[in-house]
């Protein structure tokens, strides 16, 4: 009865593995937490024969040892993990991601054409909007709350799959697959569902909802068990064929600072799959290292610049990012972009923090500014008589200033207008209704702020036709009009000598930034 006992054991935890790794995929890997968990809970029905024997028997030295074991794995994966904590190696820890320091004027002047100014909120209403006009489809299909943004065709986009629409639609289509995906243009908010068939593709077979050995996840892990798998994005390549692109990582020990070793990219089509190492990642794959391992990493670095005891007594020079983050694109790759503060948390920021989302390649712009959601709140108050709110910021570089750019949206999430805040004194803000456009926008920008935009300079002579001055802030302007009807403006300290003096008819020699209003960069007579 005894060894019955444990044959049963041994098989009812055999039978519980199995299960288990079918439903829950956890990686056989060691150095994961969750293989761990994975095994002891697997060891259950073993432990409950071993227990069962021991109320039976008298000598139970071996029931003893095999509890013994089980307590002492438990007590070794605890202590491995603490031993491999940022308590004894904070420097390692502090050296995650290497933050090269930068200036600002390294950062490109902003392209509009690659500025994604609808945020990820905005687009999953357009996205459901587009399905929504096809109702053979809306019937069997929904719209995955994916929305990865990439960098497709020259163009910055959000591309997110259809779905099942339940269990019995799945076994309605899943012969013929999911026929398409969204796309969004995360700058013109333009939104089209692409049928695979319009592109001689069928449809997609493994997804999130399909089930047994069309489960997305299920499918990957039969095929590399001893990955860990850390996130999983869609993707589409420079011909529009969809993949979905899973990070894998490493640990240190057990279960501590994860690292990415490269990605799998499984065609959701047909099921294939090639896995790269960092260095042999395709260029079109956009997302290899997730958002909150980089901010991770990065708060990692600022907290344990001088060692794990100055991140907690002293905080000597240690910083940490703010709460939100948003994404720009440099050089055709996607950026994560995020400010870092004093772990004092007032609401300013110390820097800026940029990292490529492909290559980790980062660099930090030690930077003073506006804290972003006091440049939020300064956005919203500028219209606080529409109720409008603002998006999270996009960090750009107008005339080489550092300025945060929103949307402002209605209550029904509709984008109504823009804003542009200077990152310095977040109570400069410049709004525009969205109808205007973004290039509107940073015209009325530049001229607000004296911005010198080196692509839109002239030089011309003018005959002044009038002129008044205006206080605006406790800064007295110019307001000069020529005979062609064009208006210039300009500060006064511009040229002290002459703008205060300036008659009727007078001929001037004006350096200036086009605009609705002209702004004067240098006047003389």
Known sequence: MKNKRFIYG???????????????????????IAFWIYLWVSLIPLLIAVIANMTKSANVKKEQGILGVFAASIAVVLVVMFICSPIFHAGEYARRIDLVEADFSEIDEVDFTKTAIIDRDSTMVLGDRTLGQLPELISQFEVSDIYSQISYQDTIVRVTPLDYNGLIKYFSNHSEGIPGYIIVNATTGKSDLVKLEDLGLDGMKYSENAILFEDRDRHMRFAYPFDIFYETNFEIDEEGVPYWITSTISYKGIGQKPTITGVIAMNAIDGSMNKYAIGE????IDRVYASDLIIEQ?????????????????????????????????????WLYTGITSVNSDESNIGFVLVNQRTQEAKIIMSSGAEEFSAMRSAEGKVQHLGYTSTFPLLISVGGRPTYL??????????????????????????????????????????AMNIVDTDNVEEKDIVVSSISYMNISGDTYAYIMDQEGNVYKGHVTIN???????????????????????????ITQ
Not at 501 to 515: A, R
């Open 10 to 32: 041994i098989v009812g935890s055999l039978v519980l593995a199995a299960v288990l790794f079918f439903f829950f995929l956890p990686p056989i890997n060691p150095t994961s």
């Open 281 to 284: 990642i395709p260029e079109w």
């Open 298 to 334: 990065v708060n990692q670095s600022g907290a344990y610049v001088h060692g794990f005891i100055n991140s907690i007594i002293g905080q000597r020079d240690v910083y940490q990012t703010t709460e939100g983050y948003n994404y720009i694109v440099l050089n055709d790759d996607i």
């Open 406 to 447: 929103v949307s402002l949206k209605d209550n029904a999430g509709l984008v109504k207008m823009y804003a542009m805040i200077d990152c310095e004194d977040y109570q400069q803000v410049v709004t525009v209704d969205k109808d205007k456009g973004l290039e509107y926008l940073k015209s009325q920008y530049v001229a």
């Open 496 to 522: 002290e000598k002459l703008l205060p003096f300036i008659k009727e008819n007078d001929v001037l020699k004006v350096k200036y930034t086009k605009g609705d209003v002209n702004s004067i960069i240098e």
